[in-house]
């Protein structure tokens, strides 16, 4: 049983994994306060917590969550190490459960269970949502969709994961929800193991290395401890490297080593580690080209093609079906407008005939960014016509950026800069909070901070002062 979002309370990497396994989207805080950043940000479905905080810090979380009317289910990590064993004053205070230890898999499961089957809606409305998906562990994944186009895929899905195929290569464009695929194979292949994913285009060539193999103490500047890489870290799971293309040359023999060897060593070690995870790989980039010019490995990109799998773009026939069913779910599910919840119950025939008719250069992510912004928008029942605001640059609805023939010196590098910089000055420099707001991680919204050189007081262009622009971050930022 998956749930959507978990916040993981601790440094533990121990705790974070287990997080990992019954979460598709994982939260890490290191104190009471930033956590209750996060689930004021994010919405959490669960909050785990390492015991070292004791009693007396977890009575005052609570009572804090109770004063801020915040209805979160917490489970605490009791292993008895810090000489608590206090599952029962826990339970007390209001924590639902109690887990004996890090490596109690099965409760906590049973726990992420529980809180599953309580927030799906009953009756009627549990056979509604059930039609968006075409197949049952599509929905534990949120695939959704029923034309010709995600049944192929579907079925390729399957193949994949009922094989012993390592590596796995998912290609399509930006938005058409490859990391979706890599988490489908997995749950079919090895459910019970961790997904861990990292985006190769967010880390310079040195950090990327040392995050995938690991360091051990002094192989370089900065080195103080041994770190644990995230080969090592997936385990017998799935290492889900997202935007391969990205990742540099020298790097890209190292991986291919790695998958014909079945080992990898640290940066600065000499001792061989098994490497037992399955390797997942995407691109919205055509790699056959990429190495025909020389900019991707021509051997790393065979070994890679196996078998991939290619994610259609939103815009083709066999997909258009799907547009008016992605757009309610998207309504159905959203909680950029929590006060909205349950309010907006439909979209107009008119709101839904533009939405086919546009060709969703963004693919699923821009359609789902689009439908957040009428949320926002909408003052009825129904999302009508006037609120269905595609693309706002190519609309021109950039008044101060002058008419859309001058947008020719606008580029997404920019606008992503600006608007991660406004994030950062509207939560007065938050990162867990800014990460929040614009959909990414913590991690990725380091790397982008550093990437661009942005400042406290960095200057946002007044162009991007557009409130409705800032859903549509998530498609220039992630994938």
Same mark, same amino acid.
């Given at each position: 049983?998956?749930? %959507? ?5 601790? %440094? ?25 950043? @996060?689930?004021?940000? &994010? *919405? ?25 009317? /915040?209805?979160?289910?917490?489970? /605490?990590?009791?292993?008895? $190490?810090?000489?608590?064993? #206090?599952?029962?004053?826990? /339970? %007390? ?47 534990? &994944? ?16 399957? =193949? &994949? ?18 990391? =979706? ?49 995230? =080969? ?25 080593? &790695? ?5 990898? %060593?640290?940066?600065?070690? @000499? ?16 790699? !056959?080209? $990429? ?96 609120? /269905?605001? @595609?693309? #706002?640059?190519?609309? *021109? ?13 606008? #580029? ?27 959909? @990414? ?10 990437? !661009? ?27």
């Amino acid at each position: 049983m998956v749930l %959507r979002r978990i916040v993981a309370v601790s %440094r533990d990497t121990e705790i974070q994994r287990l997080a990992r396994r019954v979460g598709r989207e994982i939260f890490v805080a290191d104190d009471l306060a930033e956590t209750l950043d @996060i689930i004021k940000t &994010v *919405g959490p479905d669960l909050v785990i917590f390492d015991d070292r905080f004791g009693p007396g810090h977890t009575h005052k979380f609570l009572d804090t969550v109770g004063k801020n009317s /915040i209805n979160v289910p917490i489970v /605490i990590v009791d292993d008895g $190490e810090n000489g608590t064993g #206090s599952s029962a004053e826990f /339970i %007390r205070m209001g924590a639902v459960d109690c887990l004996q230890g890090k490596g109690d898999y099965s409760r906590l499961e049973q726990i992420a269970s529980r809180i599953k089957n309580k927030s799906e809606p009953a009756g009627a409305e549990r056979g509604t949502l059930k039609t968006f998906f075409a197949e049952d562990y599509a929905a534990s &994944v949120a695939m959704v969709g029923r034309s010709k186009a995600i049944l192929d895929k579907l079925k390729m899905i399957r =193949l &994949v994961a009922a094989s012993r195929c390592n590596p796995v290569l998912i290609v399509g464009e930006t938005g058409t929800g490859k990391e =979706l695929a890599a988490k489908a194979i997995h749950i079919l292949r090895h459910r019970n193991e961790a997904f861990v994913a990292v985006n190769c285009a967010a880390l310079t060539a040195n950090l990327l290395e040392s995050e995938l193999f690991g360091h051990v103490k002094g192989s370089f500047t900065g080195a103080d401890s041994e770190k644990m890489g995230l =080969l090592e870290l997936a385990g017998a799971g799935t290492l889900f490297l997202d935007e391969i293309s990205e990742m540099p040359m020298d790097l890209q023999a190292k991986l291919l080593r &790695v998958i014909q060897e079945k080992n990898f %060593r640290k940066v600065g070690g @000499i001792k061989n580690i098994a490497c037992k995870a399955t390797i997942m790989a995407s691109s919205n980039r055509n790699l !056959y080209k $990429e190495s025909r010019a020389n900019r991707f490995r021509s051997d790393l990109y065979y070994r890679l093609s196996i078998c991939p799998i290619t994610i259609a773009p939103l815009r083709t026939p066999e997909r258009r079906e799907d547009i008016p069913l992605l757009a309610e779910y998207f309504l159905e599910t959203s909680t950029i407008c929590p006060e909205k919840k349950g309010k907006i119950t439909s979209l107009t025939k008119l709101a839904v005939e533009a939405l086919q008719r546009h060709n969703w250069p963004g693919n699923v992510r821009e359609l789902r960014n689009v439908i957040e912004r009428a949320i926002l928008l909408e003052t009825t029942d129904k999302i009508g016509l006037s609120s /269905i605001a @595609i693309n #706002s640059l190519e609309c *021109g609805e950039l008044s101060e950026a002058g008419p859309a023939g001058n947008i020719k010196d606008f #580029s997404l590098e920019k606008a992503e800069r600006e608007l991660i910089a406004r994030a950062l000055q509207e939560t007065g420099w938050q990162k867990t909070r800014a990460a929040g707001l614009l959909g @990414i991680t913590r991690a990725t919204l380091y790397a982008k901070v550093k990437q !661009y050189n942005i400042e406290k007081g960095s200057y946002v262009a007044k162009g991007l002062q557009n409130e409705f622009l800032a859903p549509s971050l998530p498609q220039l930022v992630t994938m």
